[in-house]
């Protein structure tokens, strides 16, 4: 992402976890707001810690205080292990999340597949770690069961999607969030990698970061 990117070795439960750390962006020796992890979208479709997705929610939450930490699914990069649909990949988050940030606030964000894996992160952790944020972007709900989100969390969350989204329709990105009476904001005419709206999708995020507690 930039010249400062630290490259990571972690470990998860399929062996090496290749991760990319960027520092948080602070103003006279203020401390960052805590460690922000990022997954991606679909392995098996070219999806990698470099999508361009998710370098966009890195820069955002860098820019609003917080350390980021994207990383590659098993079987992804130089990442150990197969593709799991899902079961190890949220395997991975967490042991990503226990090896970066074992303690303090944490965020998760994730794009695609990465934001369905997330949504299961934020339910397993959420009571145990101080979740402070969350964002959910092109959340793959016609294809995968996606976890709700904690009522209490509500507010903490963004769900984001392109109104004419072809890979994810926004109709089941409704349909899964209109039971939790839980907002979508939707970016008109934006597809599932917004292109050309890269910088509209940054500062959606950091305007969320920057409202939230």
């Known amino acids: 992402m930039n010249a400062q990117t630290e490259r990571l070795a972690l470990t998860g439960a399929a062996g090496a976890i290749e991760a990319a750390r960027d520092a948080a962006s602070l103003q006279g020796g203020t401390a960052p707001r805590g460690v922000a992890i990022i997954a991606h ?3 098996l479709f070219g999806g990698t810690m470099d999508n361009k997705v998710v ?3 890195a820069r955002a939450f860098t820019q ?9 699914f098993r079987g992804v990069g130089a990442s150990a292990g197969a593709h799991d649909e899902g079961r190890g990949e949220l395997q991975d988050l967490l042991a990503v999340v226990q090896q970066v940030a074992p303690q ?3 965020a998760l964000a994730g794009f ?5 894996v997330t949504s299961h992160a934020l339910a397993a952790l959420w009571g145990e770690r101080e979740v402070a944020q969350a964002v959910l972007v092109g959340t793959a709900a016609s294809r995968f069961t996606v976890a709700p989100v904690p009522p209490e969390a509500h507010l903490r969350t963004l769900v984001l999607h392109g ?6 329709p926004l109709s089941a990105v409704l349909d899964w969030a209109r039971p ?5 904001t ?21 305007r969320h970061l920057q409202s939230g507690p």
Do not use: M, Y
């Not at 109104?163 to 994810?168: A, G, I, P, W, Y």
């Not at 970016?187 to 950091?206: C, D, E, I």
């Open 41 to 43: 979208p679909h392995p």
């Open 55 to 57: 370098q966009t929610l």
């Open 64 to 72: 609003c205080g917080w350390t980021t930490v994207r990383f590659n």
């Open 104 to 106: 303090g606030p944490i």
């Open 112 to 116: 695609s597949f990465g934001a369905f």
């Open 163 to 168: 109104e004419q989204d072809d890979t994810v």
């Open 180 to 184: 939790q009476i839980l907002p979508v």
């Open 186 to 206: 939707v970016v008109p005419g934006g597809g599932h990698f917004f292109h050309g709206q890269l910088t509209l999708l940054k500062n959606l995020v950091v």
